[in-house]
């Protein structure tokens, strides 16, 4: 057996993903009413799932439990302090991030996870109903074609490639005086200076560096808003 089939069918342990949950979820201000132990559950079931069909599909280039569990689940909820407004669209969910941990977060507010990827909004939709989760709608649909109705409070993403794009491909689907919530690695200096060059009307209203429990590396969360006037 090779070493990189060894690691696709390297065991899934709940016990220790549980613990290793749980210890992450100390470090976040969960929001008010959100019990961490069940929360971790939720989580350690969400992972199982992702697990299992990464056996079989290309869902996340990410195959290790253990590394799932910062790289995925505790970068998601980095976003915790940026989540306002009653409608979210997830751009780009891909296997369901960040959409799905922070939709058990935040039970009252609805959540639309989109993809174009049909095998991969499959598997976000039986994660869904296998964690019950009442707040979460699945799309497959490119953000392009995508005309929601209403428009949503904000978009968030952590997959595309560039402000300008996601201001390109997303400002349609937020009300007026909506956010676009960008998560990035490295502060992102070259696409803020193409977006000021493209004048698209948008502007970052909050630039912050956050922390992610057993990740190194830089991560910033980038909040724009149209420019007034």
């Avoid at 991030?97 to 909004?121: E, M, R, S, Y």
């Avoid at 409070?153 to 595309?160: E, M, P, T």
Wanted: aromatic content about 8%; glycine content about 8%; some cysteine.
């Amino acid at each position: 057996m090779s070493c990189a089939y060894a690691k696709i069918k390297a065991v899934f342990n709940k016990t220790e993903t549980g613990t290793q949950l749980r210890a992450g979820l100390s470090f976040f201000a969960l929001p008010e009413g959100v019990d961490a132990d069940r929360l971790a559950d939720s989580l350690c079931l969400y992972l199982a799932e992702l697990h299992k069909w990464n056996q079989a599909y290309n869902l996340t280039a990410v195959r290790e439990p253990r590394e799932m569990v910062p790289r995925h689940v505790f970068d998601s909820l980095s976003a915790l302090p940026f989540v306002g407004g009653s409608r979210i669209v997830d751009i780009g969910t891909g296997a369901g991030l960040p959409g799905i941990p922070l939709a058990l977060c935040f039970p009252h507010v609805q959540f639309t996870l989109l993809d174009a990827n049909g095998k991969k909004t499959r598997f976000v939709q039986h994660a869904v109903n296998r964690l019950g989760l009442r707040n979460v709608t699945v799309v497959q649909a490119r953000i392009e074609a995508f005309r929601p109705e209403p428009r949503f409070d904000a978009a968030i993403s952590r997959a595309f490639a560039s402000l300008q794009d996601f201001v390109a491909g997303c400002a349609h689907a937020v009300i007026p005086g909506g956010r676009l919530i960008a998560m990035k690695g490295r502060y992102p200096d070259a696409e803020l200076a193409a977006l000021a060059t493209a004048r698209t009307g948008w502007q970052v209203s909050q630039s912050t560096s956050v922390a992610v429990p057993e990740l190194d590396g830089e991560r910033h969360i980038l909040v724009l808003q149209r420019s007034a006037g």
